[in-house]
């Protein structure tokens, strides 16, 4: 079945640093991945909806600026958390779907642990 | 916000017991689904179901919507010790693919 993964599994870098986690479709096409967050314990907020070849259409609160978000491909999604401080210390989470399959359920990646430290 | 409330927030139970959980949400949706997160980990699609059914099953899971209350119920029958993780209920409202997450319940089966 339809598979997606997100890499970096987990990841600590030091305050101010940028950070770069990737989503990608491994079978199938995806012109719209989503990008969630997770504080522990709570639930998934949307942060972002990314469309291939266009700019990312983010959630109201979410800066553009310090989330930065790519879809160059239809396999690949990349979410940039630009100077990152301790705050951003989070749980992200891609999803997506088979474009060409109406209807088609959505995939969940594996979700990258950001620790700033 | 229009995140949904789910409780129990937090629900133990012995293995071979049924779990219920139940999920709230606030506005009109295309349909409804439940996930299951294992800790730290991605989130797995359990069961959808849409706005003009009551009821739905999977296995050993049963689910219902009451779209006058608002309201969906996740029941795990015969419950496992691997069945431990997050439930989590989430509403499609627009048909765009946007989905809204409840809190969340954390199920946990006691051998």
């Known amino acids: 079945g339809a598979v997606v993964s997100q890499h970096p599994s987990w990841v600590i870098c030091k305050s101010g640093t940028s950070v770069k986690i990737e989503c990608r479709s491994l079978?199938?096409?995806?012109?719209?991945m989503f990008w969630y967050r997770q504080f522990p314990k709570q639930s998934l907020m949307l942060m972002a909806t990314?469309?291939?070849?266009?700019?990312?259409?983010?959630e109201q609160g979410v800066e553009k600026d310090k989330f930065l978000i790519n879809h160059a491909s239809l396999t690949l999604s990349t979410l940039t958390v630009t100077s990152a401080h301790p705050e951003d210390s989070s749980f992200y989470i891609c999803?997506?779907?088979?474009?060409?399959?109406?209807?088609?359920?959505?995939?969940f990646g594996n979700g990258t642990r950001l620790t700033v430290t | 916000s229009q995140q949904g409330e789910e409780d129990p927030q937090a629900l133990s139970i012995q293995e071979g017991e049924n779990a219920t959980m139940n999920c709230s949400y606030k506005?009109?949706?295309?349909?409804l689904q439940w996930y299951r997160q294992n800790s730290g980990r991605g989130l797995v699609h359990l069961i959808l179901i849409r706005s003009n059914e009551r009821e739905k099953h999977s296995g050993r899971l049963r689910v219902t919507l009451d779209t006058s209350k608002k309201s969906s119920s996740l029941l795990i029958t015969a419950s496992r010790a691997a069945d431990t993780a997050s439930y989590f209920c989430?509403?499609?409202?627009?048909?765009?693919?946007?989905?809204?997450f409840g809190t969340g319940t954390r199920l946990t089966i006691i051998p």
């Open positions: 990314s469309n291939e070849g266009s700019k990312a259409t983010y």
């Open positions: 989430a509403t499609d409202a627009g048909g765009n693919e946007k989905l809204t």
């Open positions: 999803r997506a779907r088979d474009s060409r399959i109406p209807n088609s359920p959505l995939h």
């Open positions: 506005t009109s949706i295309n349909n």
């Open positions: 079978d199938f096409q995806a012109t719209t």
